[in-house]
């Protein structure tokens, strides 16, 4: 059972534009939730986080929103660069310390120079 | 400070061999996870190990084992090879909070 789900699996888009990833969750209990980058041959890359108790966190480029009630969360890359070309993986998990995550199936993102 | 490394990192076995994997975590990181990740599945958890102690594990069959060693260092062991078992196997340590962690750059295995 996938508790964390990404659609559109890829994304094209240009240079300096806004990309958004999407990923939604069915586990009202996850109260943590990251994106990791991964480039071919190499392990996920932690990119930014937000919890539950907050509905948006900014690093850089990167901003995280969270809907809750909606079970929702997405990152928005602005502007994009191709540098950012890669696998974006959404991940939840617990804030109790245990280091378990459930992660959707990754968005390939392809940003056109 | 290093970061997290496998061992080795491309692998070719046959059905029914076993296989044993090697994670060394970020110095001073005590938590070790280990996940699957197959195009069609995407990355799934295998196990997490703390203190030489498995404290999570996940939906695998009893073939998918591990441990811990007192230096943190982690091991993975899948016994009786199927095919299906084909997957980059990624090791991430961690401290206390899930965004601390920190992957490696994972095994290529094959099973042929």
């Known amino acids: 059972d996938q508790q964390v789900k990404q659609n559109s699996p890829s994304l094209s888009v240009q240079e300096g534009r806004i990309s958004i990833l999407n990923c939604d969750y069915t586990n009202s209990m996850f109260d943590y939730f990251l994106w990791y980058k991964k480039y071919p041959a190499e392990g996920p890359t932690f990119l930014i986080s937000?919890?539950?108790?907050?509905d948006k966190n900014e690093d850089g480029r990167f901003t995280v929103f969270l809907n809750k009630s909606a079970k929702h969360l997405s990152l928005h890359i602005v502007p994009s660069q191709p540098g950012d070309s890669a696998v974006y993986f959404c991940?939840?998990?617990?804030?109790?310390?245990?280091?378990?995550?459930?992660f959707g199936k990754g968005n390939q993102v392809v940003v056109i120079p | 400070k290093a970061g997290v490394t496998q061992t080795p990192r491309y692998l070719i076995k046959t059905r029914g061999q076993q296989v044993t994997l090697s994670c060394s975590p970020i110095?001073?990181?005590?938590?070790v996870s280990w996940y699957q990740q197959t195009p069609g599945q995407g990355l799934q958890f295998l196990f997490e190990y703390f203190s030489e102690t498995q404290r999570n594990k996940g939906n695998f069959p009893g073939r998918f084992s591990g441990r811990q060693f007192s230096n943190s260092r982690s091991e993975m062991n899948v016994s009786t090879l199927e095919l299906g078992d084909s997957a980059l196997y990624l090791c991430?340590?961690?401290?206390?909070?899930?965004?601390?962690?920190?992957f490696g750059p994972g095994t290529r295995l094959t099973v042929l």
């Open positions: 110095s001073g990181h005590r938590s």
């Open positions: 937000i919890s539950s108790i907050k």
């Open positions: 991430a340590s961690s401290g206390l909070a899930p965004d601390t962690q920190y």
């Open positions: 991940a939840a998990g617990f804030s109790d310390g245990n280091n378990r995550l459930a």
